[in-house]
């Protein structure tokens, strides 16, 4: 292992572990009303906007309006996304001129960004003026994270014995109180390492060999900040975060790993800081961070070695270089693709589909799972729906009804978690078989064997974890991938929301029970093993035969020096 | 009665267990088993796949794999059965001493009609004479019998009833006469409560076995989404990558069927457990309750002490030997036939030790209220008193000083003074005490390590409720409590949301039981306290509600262990049927690499993996009926055992199970 990539790996580790508690302790402060420095700047603002909107800071809502006000809000983002796409020629801040985004395209983009999905079906720097990437895209890269995160809040606070809060509410202080300041500083900072952030046209520079090549700018450094801050994950340009004008230099690289994972990372600690459960929230944290480093390792190690077949030809390899970018080396790389994977962000800083099998096992885990921390909120409500299940079946063997932070979990509870659990392997195991059994999805397939089937299984569990990222050579701009995926992308970030407040709210209305020495105790090292176990077993059940056909056919094929 | 019960099992039962094993196959009865039920559905689907099966390999192995399929069917029917059984033997044992009963019916006019027993209605008085079988549950409003209890109780001494007391049907009157009046209408006697909850018909599901069958449900779900989806995606390696008997095959290795199989089977037999200990739970969700109590409150007298003080200790005066005022205590006791009175006589021959009793002759003085003592005129003129300190101070010449200390130092501990004096002289005080059942203190030890708190209510004053209350080891206590005093408590446990459990057997005790989450009544006790509990104890033994929690406990730690296997054990079912059914695929045999069992043939791994599913089920009966070994320790300790037990054990056991099974395929050429 290279000094660099040991360095890197050190320096974001050592940060994520300094960074969880403040910044889970401010979240917590944030929504539960508690006084923070930032409430001289944005107090005045907010209660602008709550007179503007009608909403008092401290109403409340039951799970159903809270969902309903969550869905019709999205709907209302994704609409205006679609319109303004559409009249993108007769909007301002367009220096290169670029018409009206067609209605598939834009209809396509403005329900993947809604969804935080950001599955990009276009090139930004050819497609999007400077008023759609900052004024539109950048805006829903703010507002759908915020849903997401208001979700989680509302989640959390129904544990920790709380209202579930206003949705209105809680959406405008994850903009103003957590991603706003956040991605001016990230902003700043990627300045500094000279990511472009102007609004000056496209740059026309001479090559050496004679030729003139258009180089695009533009607010590129604030996209980047809340691309990342917000798991959006689309890039300003096509090559997203590989491109040297989105993310320069190692330090840039460590910069936006951490912004993906500072908020899903600082949420499972402010779970623990507004129930009261801190030692709860570390063995959760640490149960996440077990299965972040297995995908490091599993990203890592494999590529470190190289490719098998190359390695046995004699040519010496500094490991599976295809596809990478050399200013981030394996080290930086393999940090980056776990924390998009993990973080379910889905940009990348390099070819996903260039890396060995074994590898690529570590970006399905991350969206399999889709608890690796997570997307903010998001990731935690899958955590905690996990910790449900886990609770339900294990907890039967203390001989007492299962119990969780006081609350019994009976028939309602374990049959919502349970079916939003069903429902993540649903949209990608159904997608994946009609995209096979379909003349129109193998239509898109130009790679064949096992590794064809993993690009088909990548396109759909991208969608269902909302990560975006996609596994290149699938022709996924056919209208098969187009709709399925987009049906995916909707289901797969919604119905599970919906599932866990109605727990959530079914919790809260329930008595509280005083924790004896006969209740299963969720905040040891016991319990966090049996979790780890569990998360292992239940997704190993769903995924490992569609694993087994894939990435891992896949591998014995490369062992077997099997070549298509 | 447990052992006997076994014995009839296997004589009468035996053809009833097989009968139902079959007819429990009805689909129209396996659809509110869902997991049984998709593997009956896969049976059918394999059977017709025998029948379309191109050659004659394929054929035998679609055949063997229906022939294993319907056996693990038949295995789970079975299990339900014999639970059932099990449960109809007791019944049919209650059901024998109910039947064709006559009843001698009083009419207002003071008439006698002779009836049947079953057309005995709720208010109805009869009559019931010496040896006459007592016809249905009712209150005695005329006369005082002895009873014997034993066909309910299985206690043989007979139990002697007054008026107002409540007398159970089937129960059988040794002497005297009694006019009762009947206070239930037949069908819901205790009997027929208890034959029905025995025999499972009015089985209703406990909530957290809806819960679990939910989970179950959902987990089927899941499996029959990644089975079926896995014939399509499978396409992208050709148009016949995947075999459907293998799929289904498949398919029933992964659902929960161990514990899909045995659910009922642990639901009936908890029920039966309860009854075996003489206990009638009204319904099924208060056993269930019982694991969840968190509080318990015990009644002082009878429950945690035996009842009666007991003599103790002796303490002589200054110029009395030990011996002395220990011979006066026996001489005075002798014609004292109390508990109480033993208790002394039994001390004071231990302290003399005296194998056979003296002979006194004289005029024995009985107790008399006005007195307040009680002993003996001896023939040689002694008169021996032993009574209330202050009756016998009044009476004897001597300082009182010396009496009056240890008589203070005896109440000081709780227990009860009696002084004894000969003639003038005061020879000392006898101490006596409440004694704590044996055993007692070690499980109220082992209810505080699983998180059980228990609450001792008593009518003493503080002194020696805190003295009988350190002594049993229980968590606290309420002095001189009236019934009002335990339905407080009760509200304010279950205000902070705890669960209480209590026993009784007074009128006024039942608002508490009814209030509790668990209220057992004794069968001795008043009609309005068996109505208010939700389980009635038949030996009227209130220990016995330290049993019934630990089978609630039992009951879903065993759900919860099973379901931790059955899950566990789908892994080493993937390592052995992944890579067995797409060795035919020509880029997929490379899969063998996963084949780490070392199976032999794919058809031999898949039918060893079915195999091993179909076995485990009956080999884990015995674990359904009887419970899995459960000891008192605080829940940590528990999971940690029992994850290792049935979780990490789940996953290893199934891969040495398949290889052996393989091996002995191997033996017949199957694999």
């Given amino acids: 292992m290279s000094i660099s990539t040991m360095l890197t790996w050190t320096v974001v580790l050592a940060a994520f572990l300094l960074l969880i508690k403040p910044m889970g302790n401010y979240i917590a402060k944030v929504f539960t009303f508690q006084p923070t420095i930032l409430d001289k700047p944005f107090t005045a603002l907010e209660n602008g906007i709550f007179r503007v909107i009608g909403v008092s800071r401290a109403s409340n809502m039951t799970a159903r309006q809270y969902g309903v006000a969550l869905l019709a809000t999205n709907l209302l983002f994704a609409v205006l996304g679609y319109a303004a796409l559409r009249l993108q020629g007769a909007l301002p801040f367009n220096p290169q001129h670029l018409g009206a985004v067609n209605p598939q395209l834009a209809f396509n983009t403005a329900a993947s960004f809604a969804t935080n999905t950001n599955w990009q079906a276009y090139s930004g720097e050819n497609t999007m003026s400077y008023f759609s990437q900052f004024g539109v895209l950048s805006y829903l890269q703010f507002v759908t994270p915020a849903t997401g995160g208001a979700a989680g809040i509302a989640f959390v606070r129904a544990m920790s014995g709380r209202k579930l809060g206003n949705f209105f509410v809680d959406l405008t202080l994850m903009c103003t109180r957590l991603l706003l300041p956040l991605a001016v500083i990230v902003t700043l900072i990627l300045v500094g390492q000279g990511v472009p952030e102007t609004l000056g046209g496209y740059l026309h520079a001479h090559t050496l060999a004679g030729q003139t090549q258009t180089i695009p700018r533009g607010p590129i450094a604030s996209w980047e900040s809340i691309e990342h801050l917000g798991q959006n994950g689309g890039g300003y340009t096509n090559a997203n975060s590989a491109n040297p004008l989105e993310n320069p230099s190692a330090l840039s690289n460590i910069v936006e790993i951490l912004s993906m994972g500072l908020l899903p990372v600082g949420f499972f600690y402010a779970f623990g800081a507004m129930t009261g459960k801190r030692r709860l929230a570390w063995t959760l944290t640490s149960v996440a961070g077990g299965f972040f480093l297995i995908m490091l390792a599993l990203t890592y190690f494999p590529e470190a070695a190289g490719n098998p077949i190359i390695n046995s030809l004699g040519l010496a390899t500094h490991g599976n270089m295809v596809g990478k970018e050399l200013r981030f080396g394996m080290g930086g790389t393999s940090m980056f693709e776990t924390s998009t994977m993990a973080f379910t962000t889905g940009s990348v800083a390099s070819a996903h589909d260039s890396f060995l099998p074994l590898s690529s096992l570590s970006f399905f885990i991350g969206m399999f799972l889709n608890m690796v921390f997570g997307g903010k909120g998001v990731g935690l409500l899958n955590m905690l729906m996990f910790v449900i299940i886990t609770i339900f079946l294990m907890g039967l063997m203390v001989g007492r009804t299962p119990e969780f932070l006081g609350k019994k979990i009976e028939t309602k509870e374990v049959t919502l978690a349970s079916i939003a659990f069903l429902l993540h392997p649903f949209l990608i195991l159904v997608g994946t078989a009609l995209a096979v059994y379909t003349p129109a999805g193998m239509q898109g397939v130009f790679n064949p064997g096992p590794h064809g089937l993993s690009e088909i299984i990548y396109g759909f569990a991208s969608g269902a974890a909302n990560n975006g990222s996609a596994f290149g050579g699938l022709g996924a701009a056919l209208p098969f991938y187009e709709i399925a995926i987009g049906i995916v992308t909707i289901i797969g970030r919604y119905a599970s929301i919906m599932a866990m407040l109605l727990i959530g709210q079914s919790l809260l209305a329930k008595k509280s029970l005083p924790e004896t020495s006969g209740t299963m105790h969720t905040d040891t090292p016991l319990f966090g093993g049996i979790l780890f176990g569990s998360i292992i077993v239940l997704n190993a059940l769903t995924f490992f035969p569609i694993m087994a056909l894939g990435p891992i056919a896949e591998q014995y094929l490369m062992l077997a020096h099997h070549l298509f | ?671």
């Fill in chain 2, 1 to 671: 009665m447990a052992k006997s019960l076994g014995l009839r099992l296997n004589r009468e039962y035996s053809s009833q267990v097989l009968k139902d094993t079959f007819r429990k196959l009805n689909p129209v009865e396996m659809i509110h088993n869902p997991v049984m039920m998709v593997v009956e559905i896969g049976t059918v689907v394999t059977l017709w796949l025998t029948f379309e099966a191109p050659g004659a390999g394929s054929r035998s192995y679609d055949a063997l794999v229906t022939v294993i399929l319907f056996v693990t069917i038949l295995f789970a029917t079975f299990a339900e059965a014999y639970a059932e059984a099990r449960g109809r033997a007791q019944a049919e044992f209650l059901r024998r001493t109910k039947s064709s009963t006559t009843a001698k019916v009083l009419g207002p006019d003071g008439a006698i009609a002779v009836t049947d027993s079953s057309k005995l209605t709720k208010g109805m008085r009869a009559v019931v004479d010496k040896d006459e079988v007592i016809p249905g549950d009712g209150v005695i409003i005329e006369g005082v019998a002895s009873v014997d209890e034993s066909a309910i109780t299985g206690e043989s001494a007979p139990v002697v009833k007054v008026a107002g007391d409540a007398v159970t049907g089937g129960t059988t009157l040794i002497s005297d006469r009694l006019i009762i009046e009947i206070t239930v209408n037949q069908g819901e006697s205790f009997l027929d409560r208890m034959i029905a909850l025995v025999e499972g018909a009015k089985r209703q599901k406990t909530p957290n076995e809806i819960a679990l069958s939910a989970l179950l449900g959902v987990l089927t779900l899941i499996f029959v989404l990644v089975v079926v989806t896995l014939a399509p995606i499978a396409r992208f390696y050709g148009p016949g990558a995947t075999n459907t008997t293998t799929l289904v095959a498949l398919l029933v290795c992964l659902i929960p069927t161990t514990i899909g199989a045995l659910l009922s089977a642990i639901g009936i037999a908890g029920m039966n457990r309860v009854s075996q200990v003489n206990v009638v739970a009204k319904s099924g969700r208060s056993v269930e309750a019982a694991g969840d109590i968190d509080t318990i409150i015990l009644d002082k007298t009878g429950t945690i002490t035996v009842g009666n003080r007991m003599a103790t200790e002796f303490y002589p005066v200054a110029n009395t030997s030990l011996d002395d005022l220990a011979e006066a205590a026996l001489l005075s006791s002798m014609a004292d036939t109390t508990p109480e009175g033993r208790s002394v006589v039994d001390l004071a021959r231990e302290n003399l030790s005296l194998k056979v009793l003296p002979k006194a002759v004289g005029e024995p003085i009985p107790f008399s209220a006005h007195t307040r003592m009680s002993g003996i005129d001896l023939a040689d003129g002694r008169q021996v008193r032993k009574g209330a300190v202050n009756a016998i101070l009044a009476l004897v010449s001597d300082s009182h000083k010396e009496l009056e200390t240890f008589a203070e130092q005896v109440a000081r501990q709780g227990a009860t003074p009696l002084a004894v004096a000969v003639d003038n002289h005061a020879l000392g005080v006898i101490c006596l005490r409440d004694v704590v059942k044996p055993g007692l203190k070690e499980r109220f030890r082992e209810f505080r390590e699983m998180g059980i708190r228990t609450v001792m209510a008593t009518g003493d004053n503080r002194i020696t409720a805190a003295v009988i209350a350190e002594e049993a080891g229980v968590d606290d206590f309420i002095a001189e409590a009236k019934p009002e005093d335990k339905i407080s408590l009760i509200r304010s446990e279950q205000s902070q949301g705890k669960l209480v459990a209590m026993t009784g057997d007074g009128t006024n005790d039942a608002p508490a039981l009814a209030q509790a989450d668990v209220g057992l009544a004794m069968n001795s006790g008043t009609m309005a306290a068996k109505e208010a509990g939700n389980m009635i104890d038949l030996e009227s033994n209130p220990t016995k509600l330290l049993e019934v929690v630990m089978v609630g406990k039992q009951l879903l730690i065993t759900r919860g262990a099973l379901t931790t296997f059955s899950i566990a054990n789908d892994v080493a079912k993937y390592f052995a049927i992944i890579p067995a059914m797409f060795a035919a695929v020509p880029t997929l045999h490379l899969l063998e690499g996963m084949n780490v069992m070392g199976l032999k043939t794919p058809h031999g791994a898949i039918l060893s993996a079915l195999i091993f599913n179909a076995l485990i089920i009956p080999a884990l009966i015995p674990f359904a009926i009887r419970g899995v070994k459960y000891r008192a320790e605080s829940s940590d300790k528990m999971l940690a055992r029992n994850i290792f037990n049935w979780g990490v054990l789940g996953v290893i056991i199934p891969f040495v199970g398949i290889w052996g099974i393989d091996r002995i395929l191997g033996l017949f050429g199957l694999s």
